[in-house]
């Protein structure tokens, strides 16, 4: 990764954490509002904080297990699910407390429309899996299989060129030595 490429990824990084941050506590702020506006009477304003923590946390949580899901190549309905129910709670908050018309209404749904595209932009791509290391071949050892001894008397040149001269039967010449790692197979010991 290049140093232009880090740094394009840590202003991003830094992009999505202040604006889910902002959009997070826009959203916080209206759910609490609905929830103490349509609550009896006498019910206490911690009631409408924990209200909206929970509906804000649990598309964070469900944005996270999706991602966790994805890396391992399961199945990720459920999650889908409960964001998609998370960021309709928020977007239905945010569109209760609007002023009427439409201008209120998109200015109020600002926070869950950045949510649902900052959700987008984290889930667009599979993550990377980082590769696995590349091992060289190794072949297993070849047993030497003699052939047919080569008689003794076979006939080959003589230094003078005259006659034939018979050629002993352990005689080599002409064959190349061949190190040991030529003859293994992958992930097998060298033969000693």
Request: proline fraction near 12%; charge should be positive.
């Amino acid at each position: 990764m290049t140093r232009a490429e880090r740094f394009e990824g840590v202003v991003l990084v830094a992009i999505l954490l202040t604006v889910g941050t902002l959009a997070g506590a826009a959203s916080f702020t209206h759910v609490h509002d609905w929830t103490m506006h349509n609550s009896p009477a006498g019910t206490p304003d911690w009631f409408g904080w924990a209200n909206a923590a929970i509906s804000e946390l649990l598309p964070i949580a469900a944005l996270l297990t999706i991602r966790a899901r994805r890396r391992a190549d399961r199945p990720i309905g459920y999650p889908m699910f409960l964001l998609v129910c998370g960021v309709a709670l928020s977007l239905s908050a945010q569109l209760a407390v609007a002023k009427p018309g439409i201008s209120g209404w998109l200015l109020s749904a600002v926070p869950a429309l950045a949510f649902m595209g900052l959700s987008k932009l984290v889930l667009s791509g599979k993550p990377a899996m980082p590769a696995a290391p590349i091992k060289a071949p190794v072949m297993e050892p070849a047993h030497w299989v003699p052939t047919e001894p080569t008689p003794a008397t076979e006939a080959h040149p003589s230094p003078g060129g005259d006659e034939p001269q018979p050629r002993p039967a352990n005689d080599r010449s002409g064959l190349v030595p061949v190190p040991a790692l030529a003859f293994t197979r992958p992930n097998a010991e060298v033969a000693r």
